[in-house]
């Protein structure tokens, strides 16, 4: 772990019992939209999906990560909209309008709310980027419009010299020490 983190005292690490090389790398892959379960050709690309994201449970928190080369981002699994599960969610690389930068994106699979996986904002596309979602094409880069007040929780990840995974807490769940999980 960065001896920056080691030493921060207040901090809770928990072991997610996996490593770096057990999550799918999503800077390596490219894939055609499977959401859109309108298309007549949906079931086909669904039988064929393989999720981006990982679905680890820590400290009572689901938690979906990703893996950008050795860069990987924690976020909570459930979207804020309905509830859709985030780590099966597709990936884009949206462009930052302001800085021309490319940020890493996870796309609800139920009704496509768009998360930032650095900060958890929901960002909105401009409208020629939405009628290309709707293309039978790959996904490529699309331009962040704006964004909106909602978001998804974030956690930090640790990584040891092993290649071992922690995500970061300020404290316990509180439901962790209820007396009725005990009695």
């Not at 990936?91 to 490319?102: F, G, K, M, T, Y």
């Not at 960002?123 to 709707?134: H, T």
Request: glycine residues 4%; hydrophobic residues 35%.
């Amino acid at each position: 772990m960065d001896q920056s983190d080691v030493q921060d005292y207040n901090a809770l690490d928990f072991p997610t019992a996996l490593k770096l090389s057990d999550l799918p790398d999503c800077s390596k892959m490219h894939k055609e939209m499977t959401t859109d379960l309108v298309k007549h050709d949906s079931r086909m690309k669904l039988e064929k999906f393989k999720p981006y994201g990982t679905i680890v449970r820590v400290n009572l928190a689901t938690i979906a990560l990703f893996r950008f080369g050795t860069t990987v981002y924690a976020i909570d699994d459930t979207c804020p909209h309905q509830g859709g599960p985030l780590h099966l969610g597709d990936i884009e690389n949206l462009v930052n309008e302001a800085s021309r930068c490319s940020v890493p994106c996870v796309v609800c699979p139920w009704h496509r709310w768009t998360f930032r996986l650095d900060n958890g904002q929901r960002i909105r596309k401009i409208k020629s980027d939405v009628d290309d979602l709707e293309s039978n094409g790959p996904v490529r880069q699309f331009t962040i419009h704006g964004t909106c007040a909602i978001s998804v929780k974030i956690y930090s990840v640790l990584m040891d010299k092993d290649e071992n995974l922690y995500i970061r807490f300020r404290e316990f769940d509180s439901r962790l020490f209820n007396c009725n999980n005990f009695c």
